[in-house]
């Protein structure tokens, strides 16, 4: 579901930036939100997100020097940024957005895929920003893209996923996993993506919400570490990995069943390593249910799940804070919500439930009541559709 006036806005401002439009072309890549498996895509879980038909809009066109020039609508302060192709392509503080486009640029480049001339790019999103929505993965995937449709390079989505990932991992300072930008780039409309990070296999699953709907709440909250913090997870759930390695044969912690780990799991003697490794085995586990549940059309456990999901992250993995919590836990006290959980990396951003269609309007009023009394600012609600990974438009 392309938004025209998006759309309108992106190619108007790319011809008031760049003084032209013949030749230019539109483009866009989908947001993304995850229904269940929360930090798992860096230990060889599974994940079970879907694309949103919210996203990044882009307008872009081949230049004939060797200059590549940036505007964004949503961050106007920056200017026109511009890079030389013939200098070392290297992140800095005055690109700022903008270090996400190069640094997809300079992985490219590292895959041997040379630009021979540069190009000018305009983009305009409506994914709220840092609201864990993928708003960084969807300008990476949107940026391969472009690369891909205006210099013929040969590659899948699935490597406009990888290459994404590398370039936010090496360029921009994120280690993080492979899922947003594998269900930016690998999205279908009414359908989540049920993929294991350990081997990258993946199958669609329908979405068939009869009479719910996905309502997304974000936290608002501005201040947020996530880089470091998520880093340090991270770290962690490695650690531990290398330490139950010397007693299990695994290549991650997606490798154990619940049984293998509560067996083995005396040997990580730190109780907080013990915890986060706990989340790491346990929601994976509580992934491949939901799904094994959505399957069979059995809703109400697939949302008991969502709740696990939740708990687990604010026990036993640490990533939720009082915005989180206070959303997730007044959504559960409402008749028609079937599940809610925070949804990406945590710290902040959202929550994403899933409501019956006659309590959506007593969930956004209720929640948003009480969010704002105990937080002291409001939060905000979107009913979202699930839609398709990135297209020219
Ligand atoms: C962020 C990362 C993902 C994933 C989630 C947590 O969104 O970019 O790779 O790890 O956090 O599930």
Same mark, same amino acid.
């Given at each position: 579901?392309?938004?025209?006036?998006?759309?309108?806005?992106?190619? /108007? @401002?790319?011809?008031?930036? +760049?003084?032209?439009? /013949?030749?230019?072309?539109?483009?866009?890549?989908?947001?993304?939100? $995850?229904?269940?498996?929360?930090?798992?895509?860096?230990?060889?879980?599974?994940?079970?997100?879907?694309?949103?038909?919210?996203?990044t809009y882009g307008a872009a066109a081949k230049r004939d020097d060797r200059m590549v020039h940036f505007y964004s609508c949503n961050q106007d302060r920056f200017g026109v940024y511009g890079i030389n192709l013939d200098e070392e392509i290297k992140p800095t503080p005055e690109a700022g957005w903008a270090n996400y486009p190069i640094g997809v640029i300079w992985a490219f480049e590292k895959r041997g895929?040379?630009?021979?001339?540069?190009?000018?790019?305009?983009?305009?999103?409506?994914?709220?920003?840092?609201?864990?929505?993928?708003?960084?993965? @969807?300008?990476?995937?949107?940026?391969? +893209?472009?690369?891909?449709?205006?210099?013929? +390079?040969?590659? @899948?989505? &699935?490597?406009?996923?990888?290459?994404?990932? =590398?370039?936010?991992?090496?360029?921009?300072?994120?280690?993080?996993?492979?899922?947003?930008?594998?269900?930016?780039? %690998?999205?279908?409309?009414? $359908?989540?993506?049920?993929?294991? !990070?350990?081997?990258?296999? =993946?199958?669609?699953?329908?979405?068939? *919400?009869?009479?719910?709907?996905? #309502?997304?709440?974000?936290?608002?909250?501005?201040?947020?570490?996530?880089?470091? &913090?998520?880093?340090?997870?991270?770290?962690?759930?490695?650690?531990?990995?290398?330490? *139950? &390695?010397?007693?299990?044969?695994?290549?991650?912690?997606?490798?154990?069943?619940?049984?293998?780990?509560?067996?083995?799991?005396?040997?990580l003697t730190d109780p907080d390593m013990q915890k986060k490794a706990k989340h790491a085995v346990y929601e994976n586990q509580r992934t491949i249910e939901a799904v094994k549940s959505l399957k069979d059309g059995d809703l109400a456990h697939f949302g008991e799940l969502m709740r696990q999901s939740h708990e687990s992250l604010r026990d036993d993995y640490d990533v939720t804070g009082v915005e989180l919590?206070?959303?997730?836990?007044?959504?559960?006290?409402?008749?028609?919500?079937?599940?809610?959980? %925070?949804?990406?990396?945590?710290?902040?951003?959202?929550? #994403?439930?899933?409501?019956?269609?006659?309590? #959506?309007?007593?969930?956004?009023?209720? #929640?948003?009541?009480?969010?704002?009394?105990?937080?002291? =600012?409001?939060? !905000?609600?979107? !009913?979202?559709?699930?839609?398709?990974?990135?297209?020219?438009?």
């Amino acid at each position: 579901m392309i938004d025209q006036n998006m759309k309108q806005a992106v190619l /108007d @401002s790319f011809e008031k930036s +760049f003084s032209k439009k /013949d030749g230019v072309k539109a483009y866009f890549a989908p947001g993304r939100v $995850n229904l269940i498996g929360e930090h798992t895509d860096y230990n060889g879980g599974h994940v079970f997100p879907c694309a949103l038909t919210i996203g990044t809009y882009g307008a872009a066109a081949k230049r004939d020097d060797r200059m590549v020039h940036f505007y964004s609508c949503n961050q106007d302060r920056f200017g026109v940024y511009g890079i030389n192709l013939d200098e070392e392509i290297k992140p800095t503080p005055e690109a700022g957005w903008a270090n996400y486009p190069i640094g997809v640029i300079w992985a490219f480049e590292k895959r041997g895929m040379k630009l021979d001339k540069g190009f000018d790019l305009v983009i305009n999103g409506n994914i709220p920003n840092g609201s864990g929505l993928s708003s960084s993965a @969807s300008l990476e995937v949107l940026t391969g +893209f472009i690369l891909r449709d205006l210099y013929g +390079f040969e590659v @899948s989505n &699935q490597d406009l996923a990888l290459i994404g990932q =590398y370039s936010e991992n090496n360029f921009n300072g994120c280690n993080c996993g492979i899922m947003d930008q594998f269900a930016v780039a %690998m999205g279908k409309e009414d $359908n989540a993506i049920f993929l294991d !990070t350990a081997d990258l296999s =993946y199958e669609y699953a329908p979405i068939k *919400l009869e009479g719910a709907k996905i #309502v997304i709440a974000n936290t608002n909250k501005k201040h947020k570490l996530t880089d470091s &913090q998520y880093n340090a997870r991270r770290s962690m759930c490695e650690e531990a990995l290398a330490i *139950l &390695q010397k007693t299990v044969d695994i290549k991650g912690l997606g490798d154990l069943s619940v049984e293998e780990f509560e067996a083995h799991k005396d040997v990580l003697t730190d109780p907080d390593m013990q915890k986060k490794a706990k989340h790491a085995v346990y929601e994976n586990q509580r992934t491949i249910e939901a799904v094994k549940s959505l399957k069979d059309g059995d809703l109400a456990h697939f949302g008991e799940l969502m709740r696990q999901s939740h708990e687990s992250l604010r026990d036993d993995y640490d990533v939720t804070g009082v915005e989180l919590d206070t959303l997730a836990e007044e959504a559960w006290k409402i008749p028609g919500v079937i599940g809610s959980r %925070m949804t990406g990396g945590g710290f902040g951003g959202c929550t #994403v439930s899933i409501v019956k269609d006659e309590a #959506v309007e007593n969930f956004k009023k209720t #929640v948003g009541e009480n969010y704002l009394k105990k937080i002291g =600012y409001e939060a !905000t609600f979107y !009913t979202v559709e699930i839609g398709n990974g990135p297209e020219v438009i």
